[in-house]
């Protein structure tokens, strides 16, 4: 009875063909391109099953395929730090669209065009330095989301 039923639920879970697109929960990979079903657990639960069975999400993130957004740079450690330890001399130095802080941080996220990203850190600005109060881990998540 059991194999019949999670039979059932798997069969229904493949033949979804609903147009969402990926999800906030499970993100992208094979699981999130066969079951676009995000109404339930259980199928958040398949999807993330079918992502980690296959491993393929890795493979998404870094081609850019799978539903994935391949990103120009990621955000490590050192970065991290950077930010944290420089976040005044940075908002300034992005507010001018030059400084060594800029120059620092492109080195650090391995930016090829680093002229270009100082133009897409100073044209973003107020994106990126959201409040006054702005945190390491915004200025960080707003500097990848813009500055590509």
Do not use: W
């Not at 199928?43 to 296959?54: E, P, V």
């Not at 959201?130 to 998540?141: C, E, F, I, P």
């Amino acid at each position: 009875m059991k194999k019949i039923l999670l039979g059932a639920v798997v069969a229904l879970a493949l033949a979804t063909t609903g147009s969402a697109t990926v999800n906030d929960q499970t993100g992208c990979g094979l699981g999130a391109m066969i079951i676009r079903d995000n109404s339930s657990a259980v199928m958040l639960a398949l999807q993330a099953t079918t992502n980690g069975i296959f491993g393929n999400q890795t493979f998404g993130i870094t081609s850019g395929t799978l539903g994935c957004k391949k990103t120009q740079f990621v955000m490590n450690d050192r970065a991290s730090e950077f930010v944290a330890s420089n976040m005044d001399q940075l908002a300034s130095e992005i507010s001018k669209g030059h400084g060594e802080s800029v120059d620092t941080l492109a080195e650090l996220l391995n930016v090829q065009d680093k002229p270009a990203f100082a133009s897409a850190l100073q044209a973003n600005y107020n994106k990126i330095y959201a409040s006054q109060n702005a945190k390491m881990s915004d200025v960080l998540d707003n500097i990848s989301t813009t500055a590509i």
